[in-house]
């Protein structure tokens, strides 16, 4: 195993090209404390940091090439590379977090929804329950007034009743309905 802690490096950066674990080893001795060091700044988690210091060495073994040494220093390539991966899993855990939170309040949207549902479902039989139990006049004037939204001139004319008798018959109907209603366990609603 050959000494490479006086190579320039630019020559351990081309030695890592030919496959030299030695050169890449003299790389991260140099530069491996500040590309942790910076990432470890940027994500405030060592765990995290280790994994991009990784990363950027990893990238260095499998593509050399992409330093050039016309453009800037090693240590400097490192860092950029570094700070760039460290933002990227930022962003990515940002991103992480934003989509579970939407999740979440779809979940929590479509609980809500489906026992808003359910209790509609189960009012509707309840109070189609009470309406049919009514007599026939106080629900026909009942349907007609509140399920075709007519007017009481316009049901007592259908009915070919007096105004004042449909009106009497729909609230006595209203009425028998509030009371089946309680009895079946719905809350009374105050008017």
Not at 58 to 83: A, E, K, Y
Not at 104 to 118: F, G, I, N, S
């Amino acid at each position: 195993m050959q000494d490479m802690s006086d190579a320039s490096d630019a020559q351990l950066v081309t030695s890592i090209g030919r496959y030299s674990e030695v050169a890449l080893a003299e790389v991260y001795r140099r530069h491996g404390g500040a590309v942790f060091g910076l990432a470890r700044r940027v994500l405030d988690n060592a765990v995290e940091a280790e994994d991009v210091t990784q990363e950027v060495f990893l990238r260095l073994w499998n593509q050399p090439d992409r330093f050039d040494p016309l453009r800037g220093s090693l240590r400097s390539f490192l860092l950029t590379q570094s700070h760039a991966r460290s933002v990227d899993v930022i962003r990515s855990q940002n991103a992480r977090r934003v989509r579970e939170s939407n999740d979440a309040m779809k979940t929590a949207r479509a609980d809500y929804d489906m026992q808003h549902e359910v209790w509609d479902m189960t009012m509707a039989h309840k109070v189609a329950e009470a309406l049919a139990s009514l007599p026939e006049d106080e629900r026909r004037a009942i349907e007609l007034a509140y399920f075709t939204g007519r007017t009481y001139v316009q049901v007592a004319e259908m009915l070919n009743q007096a105004e004042g008798t449909v009106k009497s018959r729909i609230r006595n109907g209203m009425g028998r309905m509030r009371r089946a209603l309680v009895e079946s366990g719905v809350k009374e609603v105050e008017q």
